[in-house]
């Protein structure tokens, strides 16, 4: 079934492309953040490709018989970042909806904490949405980074979360997103050099405090998670008052052992005290969450249950704890479906093959592949052959747990050599397995919602789904496999010890920067040229057949360090019907 191309030498002159688009209403970061911003690259197609009917920004009038308007909810990232502050927004797109968000400057960035300030007074003024997904650590701290140091005290965090009794006393109906701190956390400059030290120590859950590490900065290690404990069992109050609707506590990265489990035990007791377990998710992750929690909003919305099905490589590993998690594999794919509104099934639904972690989670990929990942990679296609030994008439997709931190890149070439890229229902390898197989999760949901309930909507919407959907599954290409698979780790031999903290006027981050473009743009437009423009396919979702016309693509890096780009991408798609 599949045209077979498997184990060719990964280069950097073969296939990908990437980007992740520009949310609406939202702010470019600032030159001044020691952000590389690129210049956009339009990508346009031959004349005979120019179409009236496309899906743009400027796309066609809505139809007055079908749903024009797409769902809306009010939303507060947990931070800039991409995969809080963009994948959340497509996500919503993917499955009929739009979120509602701040001025991304007040979220902050790197180390600049965020304005709660001005988030506060910008929900104050916000009418009433059906929903509010708000990230607390943003509110109370200023964001993830923030929640992790000592500058705010406990008696302002809960001050900075009062907002919930005024939001829910005025009618807003409120889904709150919280996290338990990992281990290694840097309370503060001086604490930074022994912040190893204290990591290791914290995953023994040992008594005695660790050798060597100053008293101070030691009581300072075990006061900012005492303040962050007293700050969730503070919104668990809030939850059984009825301020808080549904409240999702995330374990940030960690292991099965260490002093978060003690942390997790007294909360879990404290939801069983509170007669709340109805209430509240405990669970692995914390960038991925607000993704899930927008695909949960949709379903809702949509009065929908998208159906999964996970196909596993290796069975077995569903009762093993992956590596950076805390709950075992199958824990963890549930708990994320539950947030995602899904149903875990067998022989309907959306199909996710799920490559479990290898053994070496951490070992830097080779582009040729050992044997072992061959054997895998043969093994993958065969699984999809077999599910669909008829004709692929489910939607599939693939979250790569392989490695952490990037795609396993025999993997994704393989995938791009054998599979059109427009039939997958969703693609993820970054990061943490939780983060990945959460954001596939995600995916796959609102590509289902709006397969199923599309019908009812305009072409406009229609169209906007399915753009987004193919931008989406691009931008993680570029992103889990290109850049972090093969680039940073050229980029990181070259541009060593950038100072996230540096004075953002000096733009340390501005060459660095230069080169993740000059690097990713050539991949993402031979993936675009070779594999997409100008091919013709039927959209489920839109209902006919749909043409690749044109990309524009952006690409800067979000902070001033080499983990993580950001891509900005912008798919035209046509109709089939107005092109010939």
Known sequence: ????????????????????????????????????????????????????????????????????????????????????????????????????????????????????????????????????????????????????????????????????????????????????PRLSLRTSDGQAPYETSLRNWAARGEAKPPAKVPEKYFREYLQVRKRNLEVLHNLLRFTAQGTIDHLVIGQDDAASKGIHISELAQLKAKIKELDIEDKVDIMCGADELASNMTAGWLAKEANYTPHIELDYSDPEYKDKVPPMEAFTLAQTASLHLDLSGAAETEGTGTVIFVETPSDKPFAAPTLEGDDQTKTQTENLLNRIDNKFADQRKRPYGLADLHLVNRAEPIFAQTIIDNVPIWELACYSAWNTPSNSLGTAIAQACAAQIALVKGKNWTIYRRLESEKTQQAFTVARLIDDYAYQAVIRQNLSKEYKNINIKANPLLNQAGPAGLAARNAAIPWAQQLWDEKLLGQSYYSPIVGQKVVFRSMFLEIVLPWPRLFEIEERLNITLATEDVVH
């Open 1 to 180: 079934m599949f045209k077979r191309l498997l184990f060719c030498t990964c280069s950097l002159t073969l296939l990908f492309s990437g980007a992740g688009f520009t949310q609406p209403q939202e702010a470019a970061p600032s030159a001044n953040a020691g952000v590389f911003r690129a210049q956009g690259h339009k990508i346009a197609a031959p004349a005979a490709l120019k179409a009236k009917n496309v899906a743009s920004s400027s796309a066609a009038a809505a139809q007055p018989t079908l749903e024009a308007q797409p769902w809306q909810a009010l939303y507060i990232p947990l931070d800039d970042r991409p995969c809080n502050w963009l994948f959340p927004g497509q996500i919503a797109r993917i499955g009929g909806g739009h979120l509602i968000v701040p001025e991304r400057a007040w979220l902050g960035k790197a180390y600049t904490p965020g304005q709660p300030q001005k988030l506060k007074a910008w929900l104050r003024d916000q009418p009433l949405y059906s929903n509010a997904i708000i990230s607390a650590d943003m509110l109370a701290y200023g964001g993830l980074i923030a929640s992790r140091t000592a500058k705010i005290s406990t008696t302002e965090a809960l001050e900075n979360l009062q907002i919930f009794p005024e939001l829910a006393k005025k009618g807003q109906h409120l889904e709150i997103l919280a996290i338990v």
